[in-house]
């Protein structure tokens, strides 16, 4: 086990580690499973930047916000002077182990619509009380940024077409990114179509990696952003449209109803204009996002197999989801 991980521990938290297991998870972080000497089980978060901490403290005090309204969040273990992190030896954190516990990863189906869009639904309800910000409308052509991504778009093609792709990869990349350049002025379209949409506190960083299922239940949410104000239909499309759940089939043509409609049955306030909008803007949204094509380019670092598989699966996603925009928005609207 890491001496310093140990050693934290014990000066920090007042456990022993009987184990500690890497988790092979997270970029900013080095992620541990802990074992203590009594048997329990533990999350330890290891920040990698040795720069200020502020934006992870607040992300926590959102994640402990949620949990005090009912949301499945994992608890935040207190140092022995109270703080949520601590900075000696290491700079960590430490949250309770969720158990049996795997990611949303591997799509949504079945009975995991409504239990997620449950969980959504009570989470946006409880964080429209949030002291950061009050829930307002605002135009939903600001959810996203097209006009500026045109640019990046154009400095992605052209960069790529300067050097020349350096392998299938970013072959592949270029000529997704030159179909999607194509495809913006369909993406301004389709937001200028929107109306007022709600805008507030959110989870911020709701993709499937940050939300863990036991079976089809809703085991925790993790992993929040500081707490800014966002549009809850991007936050609902973000995970109810996730790339790996569109390329299951057909199933998201019915699946997402049934999303919609226990969401707002935990959050009756919703309103029906900012759900009957999710497959517009979250087709809009994955148009006109440069992510994660132009990784390569920006942070050749983070380019796995992974992620190779994830570029793909949105790229085609954004697709089919152009593709069966009205059929879907008929059924949405027709549930709502």
């Known amino acids: ?38 048997g329990g089980t533990w999350f330890a978060k290891v920040y990698r930047a040795p720069g200020a901490l ?48 795997g990611t949303a990863e591997g799509g949504l189906t079945g009975a995991r619509w409504p239990a997620v869009g449950a969980a959504l639904g009570r989470l946006h309800r409880h964080l429209a009380t949030h002291p950061a910000a009050v829930p307002a409308l605002r135009p939903g052509r600001e959810a996203s940024p097209v006009r500026r991504n045109r640019a990046r778009f154009d400095r992605m093609i052209a960069e790529y077409r300067r050097r020349g792709p350096a392998d299938p990869f970013e072959a592949w990349a270029l000529e997704a990114a030159e179909q999607r350049r194509d495809l913006l002025g ?67 043509l019915e699946g997402l109803p049934r999303l919609l409609a226990a969401y707002r049955q935990e959050h009756p306030a919703a309103r029906v204009d900012d759900l009957a909008a999710t497959v517009r803007l979250g087709c809009a949204c994955a148009l006109a996002s440069t992510y994660p094509l132009a990784e390569p380019l920006d942070h050749p670092e983070a380019v796995d197999e992974s992620l190779r598989v994830y570029a793909k699966a949105r790229h085609e996603a954004a697709l089919i989801m152009l593709d069966r925009l009205e059929e879907a928005e008929e059924i949405v609207r027709g549930s709502t």
């Open 186 to 252: 369909r993406a301004v379209a389709l937001l200028a179509g929107l109306p007022p949409l709600t805008h507030q506190i959110v989870h911020g960083d709701l993709a499937s990696p940050n939300l863990l299922l036991r079976g089809d239940e809703v085991a925790a949410v993790i992993d929040f952003s500081p707490p800014r104000p966002r549009f809850t239909t991007w936050e609902i499309a973000r995970i109810g449209l996730d790339p790996r759940t569109v390329l299951l089939g057909d199933h998201w």
């Open 54 to 101: 502020e934006p992870e403290l607040a992300a926590m005090e959102l994640a402990e916000f949620a949990r005090a309204g009912g949301v499945p969040v994992p608890e935040v273990r207190r140092t022995r002077d109270g703080g949520r992190i601590t900075v000696e030896p290491l700079r960590m954190s430490l949250w309770t182990w969720v158990t049996d516990a």
């Open 1 to 38: 086990m890491n001496g310093l991980l140990g050693a934290t521990l014990r000066r920090a938290y007042g456990l022993e580690a009987a184990e500690a297991v890497r988790v092979p998870a997270g970029t900013a972080t080095a992620n541990y499973r802990v074992t203590d000497q009594d």
